[in-house]
């Protein structure tokens, strides 16, 4: 009991085959029931549901019917050509079943009580011929200018989308917008299960086209404006916040196309499928280090996708080779592929679309903005961030490295890009103009780089024809010189290095000297201490022999006189002992 | 008859004389507003084209197919066929002044 409510309560989606749309209702519209599509002219309504019976037919194995209450099958087979989908061809394969409704009010009296029974009859055998799952009524609308009665149409109404229900086809009512109402003749009041807004605005001469699902009983759906787009594949609509921040990450590491500058990143380079923005004034060099990163993955057999707001292809690729990139061969080998649009040819969110749509056809593993700020042309800051951070997003669950460049103003510090979305940045490298004594410079250093050991230090940045190089600059004595500056300091630092040498040498030799005088002196006190050693010994012996001899004098005077030998005998050898 | 051909004498080109008038209508089975609409129609016809009046009823659940040709919508839908412009009247046909503005009678009754 309770499971059969509950399987009842499931709700069962019917996919349309849209781009985004079935990722924003969570699987489609509700199967079996009708969905309200309004919009004012022109925004599409035909398109979408057009595209929801093609796709159900090509895609799903479910026929349709197309029910027109405004053009003929003539012209909405021609209009449809363009767009890829071949109604005279569904036609004639029995997959799509056409029933153009024509009402003309001046040949119309209406006299007395009817029902729209014709209506229901036509529907049904167009159903029952392709055996149709999903149905489209466009635009039902259209009665209420043929007829006049509006009670009895809006009864017969309620009576058709019941019906409708009951035979369990997924079906598209579509509904132009009133002044106030969603619908100039409440339509909204029939369709209860599912509305969906087509909204077409134009805003400083940019056009936008939106959706949102204004009503989904029974499914929880995004409740965003979409913006979506028309193109020659139908329609594309873009999921605006349904990524979160749980994508993969990658600890693989891709070089940026440049030696110097990967070993300023620990020596690998950048993660793969970060964010990476490069900051600059002008003519600092972000095309050139955007045009090396691509070099580089191409190199390792990658594609890359280039957007380019600011050059054509041809001058990019002119240029790079100018600094030894040749992109050309990769352009030829279809690895590297170049979008050039001016940011103001249309809205942001249509950027946001092409950007998607580029991706999805291309598949590249790198992709380059160049430069993203120029974007803000095209919208507010606030909706540039939105449309950047959808993009990461959308680059991240891709696994696709982004490479981002942002031109700075003068003196500007950071400017509004690089704020508000420095958040969103993996690694945000700097480049920078050093001015220094009549000359400008390029430096670059990195900002920021998550996850990773990085250099601190500013590096110059030079561009040659031999490709891009970087050189450690001079940061000695409190100073930080480049160019030509740092070259003579790097000269007059060798110079006062080798005389100090030099100083150092002199000074070491006469050390040596004074030792070596030291040392000669000390020899000289020696020889002349051992000189007296030498005297004073000798006079020690004089004196002995002199005192043997005396005392030998002394016996033999005894001997001589012969007196008193005795006393004079002690006392001599008192003397001698 | 003779008094048709005056009024009908602008629209028609050939052979005022011979003109049947060709009527069609349309139900879907047998419901109360379909036998009502067949019994108002008779009853018009008989008071101002008698004798020269043709009625086919089509009863679109045995032809579903028939509806796209003549653009029914609506039930009861009574199409004049003949003589030309093509006319359609929906409703039960109980106005009978509407029924004759709009199958274009009235001219003939002046």
């Given at each position: 009991m309770v499971k059969a409510k509950h399987d009842m309560d499931v709700l069962e989606k019917c996919p349309t085959g849209i781009r985004g749309l079935d990722e924003i209702t969570k699987g489609g519209l509700p199967r079996g029931r009708p969905t309200l599509i309004c919009g004012s002219a022109g925004s599409g309504k035909t398109l979408f549901a057009m595209e929801f019976l093609m796709r159900g037919a090509m895609d799903h194995k479910e026929p349709g019917v197309f029910m027109s209450f405004e053009e003929t099958i003539e012209d909405l087979s021609k209009n449809f050509n363009s767009l890829g989908f071949d109604l005279n061809g569904m036609m004639s394969c029995g997959l799509i079943a056409t029933d153009h409704v024509y009402i003309a009010r001046n040949e119309i009296e209406e006299t007395g009580e009817y029902d729209l029974e014709g209506l229901f009859i036509r529907l049904g055998s167009a159903i029952d011929s392709v055996g149709a799952k999903r149905v489209v009524l466009d635009t039902i609308e259209a009665l209420f200018s043929g007829l006049s009665n509006t009670a009895i149409l809006r009864a017969e109404l309620r009576r058709l989308f019941s019906w409708l229900k009951e035979r369990g086809v997924t079906t598209i009512v579509t509904g132009e917008s009133g002044d106030k109402t969603l619908t100039r003749y409440g339509l909204e009041e029939y369709v209860a299960d599912c509305v969906i807004l087509l909204d077409f605005r134009i805003r400083e001469q940019i056009s936008t086209r939106r959706l949102r699902i204004v009503k989904y009983r029974g499914s929880s759906h995004g409740s965003d404006e979409y913006p979506f787009l028309i193109d020659e594949r139908g329609l594309s609509i873009l999921p605006i916040s349904s990524l979160g921040l749980d994508y993969p990450v990658s600890t693989e590491r891709i070089s940026t196309g440049v030696p110097k500058l990967d070993a300023m990143f620990g020596g690998k380079g950048f993660y793969r499928g970060s964010t990476i923005l490069v900051s600059g004034t002008a003519g600092t060099g972000k095309t050139s280090l955007s045009a090396a990163l691509a070099d580089g993955a191409c190199l390792r057999g990658e594609r890359c996708l280039y957007f380019a707001f600011e050059e054509s292809p041809r001058q990019i690729v002119r240029n790079m080779g100018s600094i030894g990139i040749d992109l050309a061969r990769w352009v030829k080998k279809g690895l590297l592929k170049f979008h050039s649009a001016?940011?103001?040819?249309?809205?942001l969110e249509m950027h946001l679309v092409t950007f998607h749509k580029a991706i999805e056809e291309f598949k590249p593993k790198v992709f380059i903005v160049d430069p993203v700020s120029n974007l803000v042309a095209a919208g507010s800051s606030l909706e540039v961030k939105s449309v950047l951070t959808r993009l990461i997003d959308y680059l991240k669950m891709e696994g696709i490295t982004a490479f981002l460049t942002d031109l700075t103003h003068f003196g500007g510090g950071f400017e509004r890009t690089s704020e508000e979305i420095s958040s969103l940045i993996d690694t945000w490298i700097l480049l920078r103009d050093i001015e220094l004594q009549g000359e400008r410079n390029r430096g670059i250093y990195i900002l920021k780089s998550r996850g990773m050991a990085h250099s601190n230090q500013i590096h110059e940045f030079l561009l040659t024809n031999q490709g891009i190089n970087l050189i450690e600059i001079y940061t000695g004595s409190g100073e930080v010189l480049t160019g030509s500056a740092r070259a003579a300091q790097d000269a007059k630092e060798k110079a006062s290095e080798l005389k100090s040498r030099h100083e150092v040498e002199s000074r070491l030799r006469e050390q040596n000297r004074k030792k070596k005088v030291l040392e000669a002196k000390i020899a000289a006190l020696r020889a002349e201490f051992d000189a007296e050693s030498e005297d004073l010994r000798l006079m020690a012996e004089e004196e002995r022999e002199r005192q043997i001899v005396q005392a030998g004098d002394r016996l033999e005077m005894e001997h001589l006189r012969k007196g008193e030998p005795s006393t004079v005998r002690r006392s001599a050898k008192k003397r001698s002992g | 008859m003779k008094a048709v051909s005056p009024g009908k004498g602008k629209k028609a080109k050939t052979d005022p004389t011979e003109e049947i008038w060709n009527l069609r209508l349309y139900v879907a089975g047998q419901t109360q507003k379909s036998i009502m609409a067949f019994a108002n129609l008779k009853k018009i016809c008989e008071e101002h084209l008698a004798g020269k009046y043709r009625i086919e009823v089509i009863d679109l659940l045995k032809n579903p197919q028939l509806a796209k040709g003549d653009q029914i919508i609506a039930i009861p839908t009574l199409v004049r066929?003949?003589?030309?412009?093509l006319k359609k009247i929906i409703g039960d046909l109980a106005n009978t002044e509407r029924v004759l503005v709009g199958l274009d009678i009235r001219s003939f009754s002046e």
């Open positions: 001016r940011p103001s040819l249309y809205g | 066929k003949l003589p030309e412009p």
